[in-house]
């Protein structure tokens, strides 16, 4: 539980720790239409909740902070660096990068998961390799971006196409609503090949998936070679690239929430990019939509050559 302190300063436990709250009745996401109030305060309780859920997502893994300090109508901060007078308890890892270096933050904890929200570290992206491999991704990702103003029943095909797709290639996949536009295809490899390889791999089959319905998909990556169709963006899949974690929240009206799904759920009639919020997401984190993704994540060996024949037929 947590006890106020003078000055404006909550201490909270969690986990081991007690980690303070600065300003926790701050608004980060002020009240608009249909979309309710949160403050600081319900963003570290949320974190807390979700922690079970969000932090094997998130351990071992570089991230990249989004910071909104003064709420999502202020300015935006990308923090790369892990700041000096962050506590000497939360994990950095030095990773290089052209020219030099760069001391990212690791999640490993509940308490690193509220020192970020204490920070206004609104969303949290990660990293696609581990601290310990970063030239070796054990996760692949799709990124499913809609066209301005399409329809998400554009999303809901192009999804059940490409999940279709990875079946038929023996690659599991977990799918998750980003919390802004579209969605996400998420499939584990098991770390074997490097990004230029797995972006290689990941490029054929959003390639073939475009062939096969060229008036719906694309893989243009300049948005105006694309008109009304949707992109298959795989351009995530390199070093130091990063992507939204499973459960964190959007610096966007409401507090939407990147939220796991199960492929079922992709009929629901309710699903949209921002179905879960701050208020809703630990609900759905409770009925384990990525269970059947809990085992180690495949080779792409024989993935290749099932797509190869596909390709070639």
Not at 62 to 88: A, C, S, V, W
Request: with cysteine.
């Amino acid at each position: 539980m947590s006890t106020r302190a003078d000055g404006g300063v909550r201490t909270v436990r969690a986990g081991r720790r007690t980690v303070e709250v600065h300003r926790p009745d701050k608004v980060l996401f002020p009240a608009g239409d249909d979309a309710h109030e949160y403050t600081k305060a319900d963003v570290v309780a949320y974190h807390r909740s979700v922690a079970a859920f969000m932090l094997p997502h998130l351990r071992g893994r570089p991230l990249m902070l989004e910071r909104r300090p003064d709420g999502i109508d202020g300015p935006r901060f990308m923090q790369k660096n892990t700041p000096e007078h962050y506590p000497d308890w939360i994990r950095r890892v030095e990773v290089a990068k052209e020219g030099g270096t760069v001391l990212h933050t690791v999640c490993d904890d509940t308490a690193t998961l509220v020192h970020l929200a204490d920070q206004a570290c609104l969303t949290l992206h990660r990293w696609l390799s581990r601290a310990d491999r970063t030239d070796r991704p054990d996760l692949m990702i799709f990124d499913l971006d809609p066209a301005d103003d399409a329809p998400f029943a554009v999303v809901r095909e192009a999804a059940r196409r490409l999940g279709e797709l990875l079946d038929e290639l023996r690659l599991p996949s977990g799918l998750m609503t980003t919390g802004s536009r579209g969605l996400h295809v998420v499939v584990p490899v098991d770390g074997s090949h490097g990004f230029d390889e797995v972006r290689a791999f990941a490029r054929d089959v959003a390639e073939l998936l475009a062939a096969e319905h060229p008036d719906r998909l694309t893989t243009a990556a300049r948005k105006k070679d694309r008109g009304d169709r949707l992109y298959l963006d795989i351009q995530r899949n390199a070093y130091a690239q990063t992507a939204v974690a499973p459960y964190t929240v959007r610096a966007l009206p409401g507090a939407p929430v990147a939220t796991p799904i199960t492929w079922d759920q992709l009929d629901d009639p309710e699903l949209g990019p921002r179905r879960w919020t701050i208020a809703e997401a630990v609900e759905q984190a409770r009925s384990r939509p990525w269970a059947a993704l809990t085992g180690r994540g495949r080779s792409l060996d024989p993935a290749r050559r099932r797509l190869g024949a596909l390709i070639g037929s």
